[in-house]
């Protein structure tokens, strides 16, 4: 189903909040211009992806031994923001790679309660990543 957010200008603050517009951050990597050059920013990235309704995109940069066939995102949760709670290895010249995040959202299809909005909600995960070639790429996460 697709998702009804549009992508943002370049111009544009970087959905995943890194302080720096879409054009310089998480724009070139979604489009193919440029790769993540660390785990966390590959994390940032697929962040930025839910946000953004790009599912081609989270299969093109999740590792193969554990992407699945096909991915449809959740058209009634809105990603709002990522915290980068911790990150182990996952540098530029390292193989492997770990960030912890926790990631809030909302959800259109469950009421907050008030009656005024959806309902908030938190994703806290564990990510593993896998640098091959210049790449790198998903490859599990566990759900704390």
Request: aromatic share 8%; glycine share 10%.
């Amino acid at each position: 189903m697709p998702h009804d957010s549009p992508t943002p200008d370049d111009a544009a603050r970087c959905p995943c909040l890194s302080g720096n517009r879409y054009g310089e951050c998480c724009g070139p990597i979604h489009r193919g211009d440029a790769v993540a050059p660390t785990a966390e920013r590959l994390m940032r990235s697929r962040f930025s992806a839910f946000a953004l309704g790009l599912p081609q995109y989270l299969l093109d940069s999740w590792h193969p031994s554990t992407r699945p066939d096909t991915l449809e995102l959740d058209v009634d949760l809105r990603w709002q923001l990522l915290d980068i709670l911790r990150t182990e290895k996952g540098g530029p010249f390292e193989r492997t790679g770990i960030v912890e995040f926790r990631a809030t959202f909302r959800d259109r299809s469950v009421s907050d309660g008030t009656g005024t909005g959806a309902a908030r909600g938190e994703l806290r995960e564990t990510s593993s990543f896998v640098r091959e070639g210049q790449r790198w790429l998903y490859v599990d996460g566990v759900v704390a």
